[in-house]
């Protein structure tokens, strides 16, 4: 599969585009810095991403706003910081009351009125709401195949996460329904059978394509797979082959997937009409230990916004119009919505975005604009703001605070015991010889360069001013929770929530009216 799709590059070297291209944009879950074998990992099978890699841009300093599910979904598909979005504090419940505000505009409406072909398959986790107003087919996209939220947000403890019997590890959440597989607003399944479900979005890829072709207009993939969140699971071409357990299984599959999604680019003879960007939405969840990602030589993960968490793998891939190579360029998930909507030639949302256009970094005709980050903590208030910034290769914590997603490493700052921390001075590091994060240039007796402490004041200015412009939005999350919302096959079944369980194949829609009495 690795070798059609390369073959087919050099058919395409040297090619102009004549309209917009075609998008597709996989993004990973729960996956670390250092999981990709492009990335360093000495044991992961990732061939199709490596090969992405090679023949694409890949970046060495890319991030996420927040290193948490929904916020850094948010920010993806919008090009804003979640806060202005009301979607924190945490991640939305499969009862949530809130979801992404429709008078958002995402990367999909965007295109949608250029006249893309909008497609999504896999995880959402941007909100259900009454009678679906938050799902993917009211926020832009024509056509959705997908989970609505984590997998785990329901109980797992009778699924089968590896063919032929392996039940999944864990029980996950408990008291809710099972999770629901949608196409559209109808439920497809209920549970979906986990082994199948990445070949399923694949076909669906596959058919989104070939119908955008045949209509004669672009296309655009969100392909947010649920690899290689916790409890994972995978096919049968990749259960017990990867070497590295459940986890690596997990990611194998996800590869595959991307193979398949570029073969079938290949076979459409799109190769050098079609964009394609990879990256995930936070840092591993070490405290799965084997059973999650690894951050690499980046400190802690998933919940924090030390380097594990919010620092990703990204790569950019277009034959004849991306150059490969390796880039240090700052850049971030809110930068895509701009940068997409430039090549598209499409205007952008008369709002506030906080991504910027990287197109002439990928392009080749430039070098990023974008000088500065700002990270939140995975539960934002206004009094604290910002718990760090970066400029430059300069990054100051201001706040730090450990997670119980990224327990179980060597490192106590990472853990949820370590509490919400205020430092003066900040702790300052300089990224470019320790991206580690270990030796703060600040306090403890560390001797101040003039260098170092021009720096600090530079950063210490970018936050008071960064915090006395932003405005919060009203959280989403805080509008609470009513288990009428969650999605239910069989919306008058009882005992709820453990009725709502309906075969494959069998379609029915999401109840116009959710029940009372659930």
């Known amino acids: 599969m690795v070798v059609l799709w390369v073959f087919a590059l050099a058919l395409v070297a040297g090619l ?17 810095y250092g999981d990709l074998g492009c990335y360093g990992h000495p044991s992961s099978t990732t061939p199709n991403l490596d090969k992405l890699a090679t023949g694409g841009l890949r970046f060495t300093d890319f991030y996420v706003p927040v290193s948490l599910c929904t916020p850094s979904r948010a920010a993806l598909l919008t090009g804003r910081l979640p ?14 009351r809130g979801g992404l505000p429709l008078e958002e505009v995402t990367l999909a409406e965007v295109l949608a009125a250029q006249g893309y072909l909008t497609g999504m398959a896999g995880k959402w986790h941007l ?34 996460c590896f063919p032929p019997a392996t039940p999944c590890e864990g029980i996950c959440d408990q008291g809710l329904v099972p999770v629901p597989l949608l196409a ?36 655009f993939l969100y392909y947010a797979s649920h ?16 070497g590295r357990g459940p986890f690596g299984d997990s990611l194998m599959e996800l590869d595959k997937a991307v193979g398949a999604l570029m073969t079938a680019v290949g076979d459409l003879g799109l190769l050098g009409e079609t964009l394609v960007i990879f990256t995930a939405d936070n840092g591993p969840e070490t405290m799965r230990m084997s059973h999650g990602g690894c951050s690499g030589l980046l400190r802690c993960g998933k919940g924090t916004t030390f380097e594990g968490g919010v620092r990703e793998p990204a790569l950019a891939f277009w034959p004849g119009h991306i150059t490969p190579g390796v880039t240090h360029e700052l850049a971030s998930s809110l930068d895509l919505l701009p940068t997409l909507a430039a090549l598209a030639r499409a205007p952008l949302p008369n709002v506030t975005l906080d991504g910027i256009d990287l197109s002439p970094l990928l392009l ?5 604009p974008r000088e500065t980050l700002f990270f939140y903590s995975a539960f934002p208030d206004e009094i604290h703001g910002v718990f760090a910034v970066r400029s430059g290769k300069y990054k100051a914590h201001f706040f730090t605070q450990g997670s119980i997603h990224s327990d179980t490493t060597a490192d106590p700052a990472c853990h949820a015991s370590s509490p919400l921390t205020a430092h003066e001075p900040p702790l300052l590091f300089d990224l470019s010889e ?49 288990p009428a919302l969650q999605v239910c096959c069989q919306p008058s079944c009882s005992p709820w929530p453990s009725c709502c369980h309906c075969p494959e194949r069998l379609p029915r829609h999401l109840p116009r009216s959710p029940p009372s009495d659930c």
């Open 16 to 32: 102009s585009v004549a309209r917009p291209p075609n998008i597709v944009l996989i993004f990973a879950d729960d996956l670390g």
């Open 83 to 96: 806060v202005r979005m009301g979607l924190y504090p945490g991640v939305l419940e499969p009862g949530s």
């Open 127 to 160: 909100g259900v709401g009454p009678e679906g107003v938050f799902l993917p087919p009211n926020q832009g996209f024509h056509r959705f195949l997908g989970i609505p939220y984590s997998h785990d947000q329901g109980p797992c403890q009778n699924l089968t």
């Open 184 to 219: 559209n607003l109808s439920v497809e399944a209920q549970p979906p059978w986990l082994p199948g479900l990445e070949a399923r979005y694949v076909a669906f890829a596959r058919d989104l394509m070939f119908d955008a072709q045949r209509q004669g207009r672009p296309f």
């Open 227 to 242: 690899h290689t969140h916790y409890p994972q699971f995978s096919g049968q071409s990749s259960a017990g082959h990867s």
């Open 364 to 368: 080749g005709t430039g070098k990023s």
């Open 434 to 482: 320790d991206p580690g994060e270990n030796y703060s240039l600040l306090g403890s007796g560390a001797e101040a360069t003039p260098e170092a402490l021009q720096a600090m004041k530079q950063l210490q200015l970018l936050k008071a001013q960064f915090d006395s412009e932003m405005t919060f939005s009203p959280s989403q999350m805080a509008r609470g929770e009513d």
